[in-house]
């Protein structure tokens, strides 16, 4: 069964995930961002949820982490929770 390992930075408004995700493009540290930003108690460790399989995860979180780029900075990506900025670290 697939595994991935994912970082994410969960943010409320969509802007200011795309203002994020323009600073971490141009250079700024994802963990340090994620430690500052994020909503979620995963941003004390730099954004960093482990490995997860498919269906751990809400449906629209999943959809990118095991479809998209790896090692790429992906969002934003609207759930439930607010807005996201995802980086997946790893994928089996």
């Known amino acids: 069964m697939a595994k991935a390992s994912a970082r994410h930075i969960l943010v409320p408004t969509e802007e200011s995930c795309k203002d994020l995700k323009a ?6 540290d ?22 997860f399989s498919p269906g751990q995860m809400v449906k629209e979180f999943d959809e990118v982490v095991f479809n998209g780029e790896v090692g790429k900075v992906l969002g934003p990506v ?15």
């Not at 994802?30 to 004390?44: L, Q, T, Y």
């Not at 609207?78 to 089996?92: N, P, V």
């Open 23 to 28: 600073a971490i493009e141009a250079g700024a």
């Open 78 to 92: 609207k759930t439930q929770f607010g807005y996201h900025l995802i980086e997946i670290t790893d994928r089996t």
């Open 30 to 51: 994802f963990a340090e961002v994620a430690e500052k930003h994020s909503k979620c108690p995963s941003g004390k460790q730099g954004g960093a949820l482990g490995e």
